[in-house]
């Protein structure tokens, strides 16, 4: 998701950044108010420095004590309007960010699952959490600096029309020579905006392999490949970033060069014309003390191409993530209640894109109510894509699939996934207390919480706790070790009571008791739960309604324990590889 490098700042993306403001456009308009109240008082500073040139050298023209009341009333009046327009600014900026981040987190949340092979959990981090922050600040800053800068650089650019409307039109013809310089500087700082963006995303997808596979690293004593290549991704960062910044750094000086000449040329005609026309000393002293403050303001407004170039990069980067395909859900029936657990897959074809053979070819099976069913089979034998199937994570491209006699096709996929509760292999935890963890989304209530953990084989370990069921299990359980990790996933699946149960190689990571434990009461609800288990060990599986075996994402065999140990066929064959490996 590289941003386009080619493209200037377009509407679209300023459009957008516009609709997490309009919410709070109260904010921004109060801010733009409070701000035109400072700039109001710029053109009195130049006037009053005129009015001294000009009558203050006089004897008795005002008491002197005028002085510093008028000046220190002017700056705290100004003072009040900047600290209102700030405050304000700051509260607008926040709360768009909060709204920012939330469009971004819905949007990863209803990601097609095919785009998740491709989005790093590094990247998506930074999207979500550090982008909204930076764009916002930057675009914000802009925003400032036109208001505290532009609106009185607006103020005095009317005050010197008033003043000398002929010597104001000369000194705006080096506006097109800056404009131009401008462009050029920015055309360069957008370049090496996006290639800094792009190097600062790879680093940050470095670190999060990093702070995953850290034992890997340290088993393979790879500390100092791993640190090499830091160093290597760190240092294209860097470079970048100087190239964005000197590009960046040369609008200032060459802004201010072209506004010197400008600025030199007006003032030498200015005493010409006072000269010729015998002006006096007052208006001169008023025209060029505004002149200088309208340069100096300027300045201020000739950086914003840079860090509003930035803006437009990163967004372009978010907005290409809230652009990826959504996951599609064309389903309009809502089932009633729990389902009866019926499963029956009807010539399903799937082919995964870009693979050369499909991943499932015109399989039939079915999973009967209240029955366990076992699926086993050599890895690419096509189990994990029936249940990817199955949980409405694609779309099967042909054949159907029924739920109860209903095509899943149309089922909404939140009615659809209400149905099942799924434990697998890859075991995935938040960080939060053992209750929210098995009450993931659901209301909690303190008999159903229990009865899933001692199910689960893992209520004593539990009340041996500090904080019993409310320990904090760390990010993805890295307080708890493999098997009670995986137990507690049990209890998640075991809490919500869904009608169909799948397993999938569910009790890989637990000791012989433990796994027992489970065994026995996953037992006690045959009849009552449509079970789906996939399993590596063979002898989990022995006591199976039925056992389908796979291959190359077709049926090779199917029936009981003891018919396909019978039939002497690819079932016997795997039953006896795995009692001599024991």
């Known amino acids: 998701m590289s941003p386009d490098t080619n493209a200037s700042a377009p509407p679209s993306v300023l459009r957008r ?91 990863l949340m209803r990601l097609d699952a095919q785009v998740y092979t491709r989005v790093q959990p590094g990247t998506a981090v930074s999207k979500v959490v550090n982008d909204p922050q930076q764009i916002l600040q930057l675009v914000g800053d802009v925003g400032m600096s036109v208001l505290r800068d532009g609106l009185p650089a607006l103020a005095i650019l009317l005050y010197l029309f008033f003043l000398n409307w ?186 995964y894109p870009g693979a050369s053979q499909p991943a499932l070819d015109g399989l039939s099976l079915h999973f009967p109510a209240g029955k366990t069913t076992a699926l086993v089979g050599a890895s690419g034998a096509g189990k994990s894509s029936i249940i990817h199937l199955l949980l409405g994570f694609g779309r099967p491209d042909g054949g159907r699939i029924l739920l109860d006699g209903t095509d899943i096709e149309t089922l909404t996929r939140l009615s659809l ?37 001692r199910t689960a084989h893992l209520w004593e370990f539990v009340q041996s ?11 993805n359980g890295s307080k708890l070790s493999g098997g009670q990790r995986q137990r507690l996933a049990i209890a998640r699946a075991l809490y919500k009571e869904a009608p169909i149960w799948i397993f999938d190689e569910a009790t890989s990571a637990l000791d012989t008791e433990s796994e027992r434990a489970v065994q026995q009461a996953l037992a006690a609800w045959s009849g009552r739960k449509t079970l789906i288990v996939i399993a590596h060990r063979l002898s989990t599986i022995r006591d199976a309604d039925a056992i389908h075996v796979l291959g190359a994402g077709q ?16 079932y016997a064959a795997m039953v006896r590889a795995q009692a001599g490996e024991s």
Not at 28 to 57: N, R, S
Not at 465 to 475: C, F, K, M, N, R
Not at 555 to 570: S, V
């Open 555 to 570: 049926l090779i065999e199917t029936g009981t324990h003891a018919e396909l140990m019978a039939r002497d066929g690819a």
């Open 417 to 453: 996934r209400r149905q099942f509760a799924v434990v697998s292999q890859d075991i995935v935890l938040f960080d939060d207390s053992v209750a929210n963890n098995i009450a993931y989304a659901q209301p909690r209530d303190e008999g159903r919480l229990e009865a899933a953990l």
């Open 166 to 351: 002929k010597l104001t039109l000369l000194a705006l013809v080096v506006t097109p020579l800056m404009a131009f310089v401008m462009k050029k500087v920015n055309q360069r700082v957008r370049l090496m905006a996006s290639r800094s963006y792009d190097s600062q995303l790879l680093l940050v997808n470095k670190i999060d392999d990093l702070a995953r596979a850290w034992r890997v690293v340290r088993q393979f004593g790879a500390e100092a490949h791993e640190r090499d290549r830091f160093h290597d991704l760190s240092d294209q960062v860097r470079r970048n970033t100087m190239k964005t910044v000197t590009a960046g750094a040369l609008s200032q000086p060459l802004s201010q060069l072209v506004a010197s000449v400008g600025l030199s040329f007006i003032i030498c005609v200015a005493l010409w014309q006072a000269r010729a026309e015998g002006t006096g000393v007052q208006a001169f002293a008023e025209f060029v003390a505004a002149l200088i403050l309208l340069t100096s303001r300027l300045r201020h407004l000739s950086d914003l191409a840079a860090p509003l170039t930035r803006a437009t990069v990163i967004a372009k980067g978010c907005f290409e993530l809230m652009d990826e395909p959504k996951e599609a859900d064309g389903g309009t029936t809502t089932l009633p209640g729990p389902a009866r657990g019926d499963l029956a897959m009807q010539d399903v074809k799937l082919t």
């Open 17 to 107: 950044l516009g609709r997490f403001v309009f919410p709070h456009r109260w904010g921004a308009l109060l801010t733009v108010l409070a701000y035109i109240g400072a700039a109001a008082t710029e053109p009195m500073l130049p006037k009053l420095i005129g009015y001294a040139f000009g009558e203050g050298f006089a004897k008795d023209a005002f008491p002197l004590w005028m002085v510093p009341v008028t000046l220190i009333g002017l700056y705290l009046v100004r003072g009040i309007f900047s600290f209102a327009g700030q405050y304000l600014f700051n509260w607008t900026v926040t709360r768009s960010v909060m709204d920012f981040r939330a469009a971004l987190v819905q949007a």
């Open 465 to 475: 706790l500090p904080e019993g069921v409310e320990t904090s299990v760390g990010a």
